[in-house]
């Protein structure tokens, strides 16, 4: 049986970690911050990965089927008998997998950072907050209640608001830190309401409960969420919505998606570890979380995500083709990768062959988590070499860095699914599932797909060919081993990562899936993902016009990809000019002269009405004798004739 | 002889009372509406004194209530005369008219 | 325990403070008073709890009992159940913080420090109280020096400020008092103030109709309730650092507790009659509130303004009437307290350095006072509902409450009540990313960070905030019970 205690550490060593960097860090672990932090992540990934051997190879399949072990379970806040937010540990293949992704990729960050950010300022700082990343986003995949994983959901965005606004004194780091914050901070209102529909009407909030009442079909509880509607859709169906809107926002799916190329203004590594590999696909890992329900009790949902998924697959990859800065390239790429992962659980079916696209969608999170990874940490050597984000400004770097060009290519290879590469093994397996179950969506794919070796090789060849490049100030080459060593282990994940038989791992009811291989299947995404390698050779090897001729030719799609098709200007316009607006302003209006207003109109009534009688109060005696004299006269006139009795 | 009967007495001190009341409205001397604050007291003091003899004759309630009042007047004389004393150190004038600052 | 501790210690402080010689002895001694109160008040939870696992079941625990004025049946009668106990703690450590930010006030300080010790045995004895009479003679022990803090070392436009919001807690209290009465001679032929006798009397439901308004509206008005809630920005905004901390930490909970204890407790039938009005007028509040804070640009006034949406909370917990919401309600009550305390305590901090409370006049303030910005950060994300602090336990106890009424109306209620996280991060972010961060301005490169004193203020308020955030269930474990109780007698049981 698992180790409760040791599974509790994986999250909790970080956690130390980040107290004691973030309050001893400034002063005594000025310079062995990084250290420190390496070596907590080290024993962390090391409990990790045998967690997650124990569990695939030991006691983790009980006749044959993987099951979901709650190693622990603590009561936190009770809110009546069954509804209550616990912190507990859940242990299944995806969760031990994603373990061992986040813990791996994250020790690769810290090592990677203690070449990068070495002489910062605030470099305990930094390991604070990476240490703070990392023990949140292992409590969100252990989490085995809901409540739980939202906590924890709003903790990686917070970490993540800190670590794009790493640098405090650029504008520009602090205007993206806000926007990833409220973006996504929007989208867990959705998440939020979604948990609110979905605690109601299950009655409970533990995962496994929850998954259980709303999927048997004799259940009660399914049966009134389904059957109570609001709009004409279930309630069920409105629960998961909203709670996919929450895993939108975070995983950047289109509409949501804003907030994620602005990102790119946090230190690079931040960016290899939050914004590539970890925890944007958060939301792919809470919509797997809860496939069972998508899947079985609101097929509709799920279709809501295949689409999401389809359209952000495909819009962020023509986006990449167009921009220059190489994080953001890289950026837009993540998006569209992350669009494949969702679109694969959207087509995906519950139980057998069908659950095909959920096991390739883990499987793509995988290898991608070490591909991408591995591009934003050779993207952050060539940024370390050059000190600009532009590829205007780089070119024919291939001999200065000879070592991060190697691994930058296989990496750009696998991403573009060169065959034999672990990229190529996951997106043959999501092509597959969508072809499948879902013409359209496979269409889109494999279009997207074209494009993404397009603009993987477009940013190659600009950065590494090109024109030569002339090396001016101090030359430092591929930077330390520090540096050099985390692209060298992520380079082979990114190679030999495929090759893992996943389906025997991580299937949708927990039976070992055999995938079959056709070749047949391969040919069309392996030409198209050719020709765009080759489209892309052609176009930016050797400095030349093609190009921009190229641009101009297409100058209405170039211009408005190239901004991005207008997105954030639209954001723009319904926050500032409507929200801003027409509602904060008139109702900060309203209150100072209209609520406060009446406050003010009562207080001033009686001081006027104080002002005009005061006159009475003359000072002069004899006058005060005639007012009471008068009165008694009335008074007693009154007495006699009017109150008689 | 003929004796003084009870309308009479009221009669008298009803005239008593309006004195007092037109002296202490239109007399602007302090003194003088003092005075005239006495004969107010004083008309009260007939008054009891009149209704005990006629309407009560066996009890004393009306003769004690004036030597009440008797009291009361001096006591009241005195803060007065106290206070016109005062007035005068402040205002060189016990004219009333003067005294008028405690107002709004 | 014996309760009257509990207003002995801060009495004896005040009369200490009168007495001491120089300012110094005066500081010294309300720290210490102050100091001490909290481990009393730490204590009392410690007996609390040990009483209740002993097996001790009395709705109240440590009554006392003096007959004050027999012949109208008026009662010094105390005792404390999970609910006072949870804000007395809230008290102490706002009192203690709001001692320790006030080091430097050098304007007439004994009479100061004198003020600010004598509120805080009113807010002390106001939980206390089981008799309505003493309760309504310690709520007004709580406001009127108030009005002389703000009056006299109160910045802006004070005199202005000090009117206001004396005048309308004055007019809160008159309803308070004519809704006692009201619930006094409603109570049949025994006349009572006791709070235990009229829950168990029960007020007939015609007199309940009718004074519940009284009474809701008149805490209510303490509270912020909309549209009686002008007095906050006005009143914090020219408090002197502690005055806006005890304001809006302590006054304000005043309010919420009373709308729980006497008003939703005493009148449940009234309550039911009602409210779906103070779902509404709470949930105009909290995303009203929200908006107009955006378009604020001095620090207390955003911080006031926040304040009124956030106790919007309090009242939707309440008006929600199920005990999951009411205990979320008096969770925001300790939440937001502690939590505001905390952010005036802060704009106090950074006020007395840039002499500047505008958000846009700032920045880059990091670079100088990182402790003091790192302060500013705990406050922000609390307000905002982060979790691991105590803003989001007690919001997210107020929704799962909430959301337990199937009906649409409460539904929409809830749901526009959640949108306001998403409002309380825009401006709770602008603020700080105008303050904290960005390029430094020149003149205010030479700042100095926290002192000591400031510095252990900020630590006592953030202790109490992560607390709560991190282990929510002592203070869950704590109002449960007493909350239960409220609801029994909402649904008549």
């Given at each position: 049986?698992?180790?409760?205690?040791?599974i509790?550490?994986?999250?909790?060593?970080p956690?130390a970690?980040?107290?004691l960097?973030?309050?001893?860090?400034?002063k005594?672990f000025?310079?062995?911050a990084?250290i420190?932090?390496?070596?907590?992540?080290?024993?962390?990934?090391?409990?990790?990965?045998?967690?997650?051997?124990g569990?695939?190879?030991d006691?983790?399949?009980?006749?044959d089927?993987?099951?979901?072990?709650i190693?622990?379970?603590?009561?936190?806040?009770?809110?009546?008998?069954?509804?209550?937010?616990?912190?507990?540990?859940?242990l299944?293949?995806?969760?031990?997998?994603?373990?061992?992704?986040?813990?791996?990729?994250?020790?690769m960050v810290h090592?990677?950072?203690?070449g990068?950010?070495?002489?910062e300022?605030?470099?305990?700082t930094?390991?604070?907050?990476?240490?703070?990343?990392?023990?949140?986003m292992l409590?969100?995949?252990l989490?085995?209640?809901i409540f739980?994983?939202?906590?924890?959901?709003?903790l990686?965005?917070?970490?993540?608001?800190?670590?794009?606004?790493?640098?405090?004194d650029?504008p520009?780091a602090?205007?993206?830190?806000?926007?990833?914050?409220?973006?996504?901070r929007f989208?867990?209102l959705?998440?939020?309401?979604g948990?609110?529909?979905?605690?109601?009407?299950?009655?409970?909030?533990?995962?496994?409960?929850l998954?259980?009442?709303?999927?048997?079909?004799?259940?009660s509880?399914?049966?009134?969420?389904?059957?109570?509607?609001?709009?004409?859709?279930?309630?069920?169906?409105w629960?998961?919505?909203?709670v996919?809107?929450?895993?939108?926002g975070?995983s950047?799916?289109?509409?949501?998606?804003?907030?994620?190329p602005?990102?790119?203004e946090?230190?690079?590594?931040?960016?290899?570890?939050?914004?590539?590999?970890?925890m944007?696909?958060?939301?792919?890992?809470?919509?797997?979380r809860?496939?069972?329900?998508?899947?079985?009790s609101?097929?509709?949902?799920?279709?809501?995500v295949a689409n999401?998924?389809?359209?952000?697959?495909?819009?962020a990859?023509i986006?990449a083709?167009t921009q220059?800065?190489?994080?953001?390239?890289?950026?837009?790429?993540?998006?569209?990768?992350?669009?494949?992962?969702?679109?694969?659980?959207g087509v995906?079916?519950y139980?057998?062959?069908?659950?095909?696209?959920?096991?390739?969608?883990?499987?793509?999170?995988?290898t991608?988590a070490?591909?991408?990874a591995?591009?934003?940490?050779?993207a952050?050597?060539v940024?370390?070499?050059v000190?600009?984000?532009?590829?205007?400004d780089?070119?024919?770097?291939?001999k200065?860095?000879?070592?991060?060009h190697?691994?930058?290519?296989?990496?750009?290879?696998?991403?573009?699914?060169?065959?034999?590469?672990?990229?190529?093994f996951?997106?043959?397996?999501?092509l597959?599932?969508?072809?499948?179950?879902?013409a359209?969506?496979?269409?889109?794919?494999?279009?997207?797909?074209?494009?993404?070796?397009?603009y993987m090789?477009?940013?190659?060849?600009?950065?590494?060919?090109?024109?030569?490049?002339?090396?001016?100030?101090e030359?430092?080459g591929?930077?330390?081993?520090?540096?050099m060593?985390p692209l060298?282990?992520l380079?082979a994940?990114?190679?030999?990562?495929?090759?893992i038989?996943?389906g025997?791992?991580?299937?949708?009811?927990?039976k070992?899936?055999?995938?079959e291989?056709?070749l047949?299947?391969?040919?069309?995404?392996?030409?198209?993902?050719?020709?765009?390698i080759?489209?892309?050779m052609?176009l930016?090897?050797n400095e030349?016009?093609?190009p921009?001729?190229l641009?101009?030719?297409?100058?209405g799609?170039?211009?408005?990809?190239?901004?991005?098709?207008?997105?954030?200007?639209?954001y723009?316009?319904?926050?500032?000019k409507v929200l801003?607006?027409?509602?904060?302003?008139?109702?900060?209006?309203?209150d100072?002269?209209?609520?406060?207003?009446?406050v003010?109109?009562?207080g001033?009534?009686?001081?006027?009405?104080?002002?005009?009688?005061k006159?009475?109060?003359?000072?002069k005696?004899?006058?005060?004798?005639?007012?009471?004299?008068?009165?008694?006269?009335?008074?007693?006139?009154?007495?006699i004739?009017?109150?008689?009795? | 002889?003929?004796?003084?009967?009870l309308y009479?007495?009221l009669?008298?001190?009803a005239?008593?009372?309006?004195?007092?009341?037109?002296?202490f409205?239109?007399?602007?001397?302090?003194?003088?509406?003092?005075?005239?604050?006495?004969?107010?007291?004083?008309?009260?003091?007939?008054?009891?004194?009149a209704?005990n003899k006629?309407v009560?004759?066996?009890?004393?309630d009306?003769v004690?209530f004036?030597?009440?009042?008797?009291?009361i007047a001096?006591?009241?004389?005195?803060v007065?005369?106290?206070?016109?004393?005062?007035?005068?150190r402040?205002?060189?004038s016990i004219d009333?008219?003067?005294?008028e600052?405690?107002?709004y | 325990?014996?309760?009257l501790?509990?207003?002995?210690?801060?009495?004896?402080?005040?009369?200490?403070?009168?007495?001491?010689?120089n300012?110094?002895?005066?500081?010294?001694i309300?720290?210490?008073?102050?100091?001490?109160?909290?481990?009393?008040a730490?204590a009392?939870?410690?007996f609390?709890q040990?009483?209740?696992a002993?097996?001790?079941?009395?709705q109240m625990?440590?009554?006392?009992?003096?007959?004050l004025?027999?012949?109208?049946?008026?009662?010094?009668?105390?005792?404390?159940?999970?609910?006072?106990?949870?804000?007395?703690?809230?008290?102490?450590?706002?009192?203690?913080?709001?001692v320790?930010?006030?080091w430097n006030?050098e304007?007439?300080t004994?009479?100061f420090?004198?003020?600010?010790?004598?509120?805080?045995m009113?807010?002390?004895?106001f939980?206390?109280s089981?008799?309505?009479?003493?309760?309504?003679?310690?709520?007004?022990?709580?406001v009127?020096?108030k009005?002389?803090?703000?009056g006299?070392?109160?910045s802006?436009?004070?005199?202005?400020?000090?009117n206001?919001?004396?005048?309308?807690l004055?007019?809160?209290?008159?309803?308070?008092?004519?809704?006692?009465?009201?619930?006094?001679?409603g109570?049949?032929e025994?006349?009572?103030?006791?709070?235990?006798?009229?829950?168990?009397?029960?007020?007939?439901?015609?007199?309940?109709k009718l004074?519940?308004p009284?009474?809701?509206?008149?805490?209510?008005i303490?509270?912020?309730?909309?549209?009686?809630?002008?007095?906050v920005?006005?009143?914090?905004s020219s408090?002197?650092?502690?005055g806006?901390?005890?304001?809006?930490g302590?006054?304000?909970?005043l309010?919420?507790y009373g709308c729980?204890?006497?008003?939703?407790?005493?009148?449940?039938q009234?309550?039911?009659?009602?409210?779906?009005?103070i779902?509404?007028?709470?949930?105009?509040?909290?995303?009203?509130?929200?908006?107009a804070?955006?378009?604020q640009?001095?620090l207390?006034y955003?911080n006031?303004?926040?304040?009124?949406?956030h106790?919007?909370?309090?009242?939707?917990?309440?008006?929600?009437?199920?005990?999951?919401?009411?205990t979320?309600?008096?969770?925001?009550?300790?939440?937001?307290?502690?939590?505001?305390a905390?952010?005036?305590?802060v704009?106090?901090?950074?006020?007395e350095?840039?002499?500047?409370?505008q958000?846009?006049?700032?920045?880059?303030?990091m670079?100088?006072?990182?402790?003091?910005?790192?302060?500013?950060?705990?406050?922000?994300?609390?307000?905002l509902g982060?979790?691991g602090?105590?803003g989001?336990?007690?919001?997210?106890?107020?929704?799962?409450?909430?959301?337990q009424?199937a009906?649409?109306?409460?539904?929409?209620?809830?749901?526009i009540?959640c949108m306001?996280?998403?409002?309380?991060a825009?401006?709770?972010?602008?603020?700080i990313?105008?303050?904290?961060?960005?390029?430094?301005?020149?003149?205010?490169a030479?700042?100095?960070?926290?002192s000591?004193?400031?510095?252990?203020?900020a630590?006592?308020l953030?202790?109490?905030?992560?607390?709560?955030?991190v282990?929510?269930?002592?203070?869950?474990d704590l109002?449960?019970?007493?909350?239960?109780i409220?609801?029994?007698?909402?649904?008549?049981?």
């Amino acid at each position: 049986m698992p180790n409760a205690i040791n599974i509790a550490l994986i999250p909790l060593l970080p956690l130390a970690g980040f107290l004691l960097l973030g309050l001893f860090g400034k002063k005594i672990f000025k310079n062995s911050a990084g250290i420190i932090g390496t070596l907590i992540l080290l024993i962390s990934a090391g409990l990790a990965i045998y967690t997650a051997y124990g569990y695939f190879f030991d006691y983790g399949k009980v006749n044959d089927v993987y099951q979901k072990l709650i190693p622990l379970k603590y009561t936190w806040l009770e809110f009546s008998k069954d509804v209550s937010i616990d912190m507990g540990i859940i242990l299944d293949p995806i969760s031990a997998m994603m373990i061992v992704v986040v813990t791996f990729v994250s020790l690769m960050v810290h090592i990677y950072s203690l070449g990068y950010m070495k002489g910062e300022e605030r470099y305990s700082t930094y390991y604070a907050y990476l240490s703070l990343f990392t023990f949140s986003m292992l409590g969100l995949v252990l989490s085995s209640n809901i409540f739980q994983i939202y906590i924890f959901w709003e903790l990686v965005g917070v970490s993540s608001f800190l670590l794009i606004g790493f640098y405090y004194d650029r504008p520009s780091a602090v205007a993206a830190s806000k926007k990833a914050f409220i973006v996504t901070r929007f989208a867990d209102l959705g998440f939020l309401i979604g948990i609110l529909v979905l605690s109601f009407y299950s009655g409970t909030l533990d995962f496994n409960t929850l998954i259980q009442k709303l999927t048997s079909p004799e259940s009660s509880e399914l049966k009134t969420a389904i059957a109570s509607s609001f709009l004409g859709v279930s309630a069920l169906t409105w629960g998961l919505t909203l709670v996919f809107i929450g895993g939108a926002g975070k995983s950047a799916m289109f509409p949501l998606h804003i907030w994620l190329p602005d990102a790119m203004e946090g230190p690079t590594p931040v960016s290899a570890l939050i914004h590539a590999a970890t925890m944007v696909v958060a939301g792919v890992y809470l919509v797997a979380r809860l496939f069972p329900v998508f899947a079985l009790s609101a097929p509709d949902a799920l279709s809501i995500v295949a689409n999401v998924g389809a359209i952000s697959a495909l819009f962020a990859a023509i986006i990449a083709c167009t921009q220059t800065d190489i994080k953001r390239v890289l950026a837009y790429s993540t998006m569209s990768q992350i669009g494949y992962m969702m679109f694969a659980l959207g087509v995906s079916k519950y139980g057998g062959e069908d659950g095909l696209g959920y096991t390739a969608s883990m499987f793509h999170l995988f290898t991608h988590a070490m591909f991408k990874a591995l591009l934003f940490l050779g993207a952050g050597a060539v940024i370390h070499y050059v000190h600009s984000n532009d590829m205007k400004d780089m070119g024919g770097l291939r001999k200065h860095l000879p070592i991060t060009h190697i691994t930058f290519l296989l990496a750009c290879l696998s991403i573009a699914g060169f065959p034999l590469l672990a990229g190529f093994f996951s997106k043959e397996e999501i092509l597959l599932a969508a072809y499948q179950h879902n013409a359209v969506i496979y269409w889109i794919a494999l279009i997207t797909s074209g494009l993404t070796a397009f603009y993987m090789f477009r940013l190659y060849f600009s950065i590494f060919w090109n024109k030569a490049y002339h090396a001016h100030g101090e030359h430092h080459g591929d930077g330390g081993v520090a540096m050099m060593l985390p692209l060298l282990l992520l380079a082979a994940g990114a190679v030999f990562a495929g090759y893992i038989p996943f389906g025997h791992f991580v299937s949708t009811d927990g039976k070992p899936l055999e995938s079959e291989f056709h070749l047949s299947f391969s040919i069309a995404p392996v030409a198209l993902g050719l020709i765009g390698i080759l489209t892309a050779m052609w176009l930016y090897k050797n400095e030349n016009e093609k190009p921009a001729k190229l641009a101009a030719s297409l100058s209405g799609l170039y211009k408005s990809a190239y901004h991005k098709f207008y997105i954030d200007e639209l954001y723009l316009f319904v926050t500032k000019k409507v929200l801003f607006n027409l509602v904060a302003r008139p109702a900060a209006w309203f209150d100072k002269t209209v609520v406060d207003g009446l406050v003010n109109f009562t207080g001033n009534t009686t001081q006027d009405i104080s002002e005009r009688i005061k006159g009475i109060q003359s000072g002069k005696v004899q006058q005060y004798a005639i007012y009471f004299l008068v009165s008694a006269v009335v008074l007693a006139l009154l007495f006699i004739y009017v109150w008689k009795g | 002889m003929m004796q003084p009967g009870l309308y009479h007495l009221l009669f008298i001190s009803a005239a008593l009372f309006f004195i007092g009341v037109y002296g202490f409205l239109t007399r602007r001397n302090l003194i003088t509406m003092l005075m005239s604050v006495e004969l107010i007291l004083n008309s009260v003091n007939l008054n009891f004194i009149a209704f005990n003899k006629y309407v009560w004759p066996q009890r004393l309630d009306g003769v004690f209530f004036t030597v009440f009042v008797i009291a009361i007047a001096a006591a009241e004389a005195a803060v007065a005369i106290a206070i016109i004393i005062n007035l005068y150190r402040s205002h060189q004038s016990i004219d009333v008219e003067n005294a008028e600052e405690l107002k709004y | 325990m014996n309760l009257l501790l509990l207003i002995g210690l801060p009495l004896l402080t005040a009369v200490g403070v009168l007495l001491s010689r120089n300012t110094q002895q005066v500081r010294s001694i309300a720290f210490a008073g102050s100091a001490l109160q909290l481990i009393l008040a730490l204590a009392l939870i410690y007996f609390f709890q040990k009483e209740r696992a002993a097996g001790a079941v009395a709705q109240m625990l440590f009554e006392q009992n003096y007959a004050l004025f027999p012949s109208l049946n008026i009662n010094f009668h105390i005792g404390v159940d999970g609910i006072a106990v949870s804000m007395i703690l809230l008290t102490a450590l706002v009192v203690l913080a709001g001692v320790l930010v006030s080091w430097n006030v050098e304007k007439m300080t004994k009479e100061f420090y004198f003020l600010l010790i004598l509120l805080a045995m009113g807010a002390y004895g106001f939980f206390i109280s089981l008799d309505l009479f003493v309760l309504f003679f310690f709520l007004e022990i709580a406001v009127i020096p108030k009005y002389l803090l703000i009056g006299t070392w109160g910045s802006g436009k004070k005199e202005y400020s000090a009117n206001k919001l004396a005048l309308m807690l004055m007019t809160g209290s008159s309803l308070v008092i004519v809704g006692i009465l009201g619930m006094y001679f409603g109570n049949g032929e025994h006349k009572s103030f006791d709070i235990i006798q009229l829950s168990q009397a029960g007020i007939s439901p015609a007199v309940q109709k009718l004074f519940f308004p009284f009474l809701f509206i008149g805490f209510g008005i303490f509270t912020a309730l909309f549209p009686f809630h002008t007095w906050v920005p006005d009143g914090h905004s020219s408090a002197p650092t502690a005055g806006s901390m005890f304001l809006a930490g302590i006054s304000m909970k005043l309010g919420g507790y009373g709308c729980l204890r006497v008003a939703t407790y005493l009148m449940p039938q009234g309550a039911q009659e009602y409210s779906s009005w103070i779902i509404v007028l709470s949930s105009i509040a909290i995303l009203y509130g929200a908006f107009a804070t955006m378009m604020q640009w001095d620090l207390k006034y955003m911080n006031a303004y926040s304040s009124i949406s956030h106790c919007g909370f309090v009242l939707l917990g309440i008006g929600m009437l199920t005990k999951t919401a009411i205990t979320g309600a008096v969770m925001q009550m300790v939440s937001h307290g502690l939590m505001t305390a905390l952010f005036f305590a802060v704009i106090g901090m950074i006020y007395e350095r840039t002499h500047t409370r505008q958000i846009n006049e700032m920045g880059g303030l990091m670079k100088v006072m990182p402790f003091t910005m790192t302060v500013l950060f705990i406050a922000g994300l609390c307000s905002l509902g982060l979790p691991g602090f105590s803003g989001f336990v007690a919001e997210m106890t107020v929704f799962m409450g909430s959301w337990q009424n199937a009906d649409a109306f409460h539904r929409i209620a809830t749901i526009i009540a959640c949108m306001s996280i998403v409002v309380t991060a825009v401006y709770i972010l602008r603020a700080i990313g105008q303050v904290a961060m960005g390029p430094i301005k020149e003149t205010y490169a030479g700042l100095s960070d926290a002192s000591w004193n400031e510095k252990l203020a900020a630590i006592i308020l953030i202790i109490g905030i992560v607390a709560i955030g991190v282990a929510p269930f002592l203070l869950n474990d704590l109002i449960k019970p007493g909350a239960e109780i409220i609801m029994n007698k909402i649904s008549g049981k």
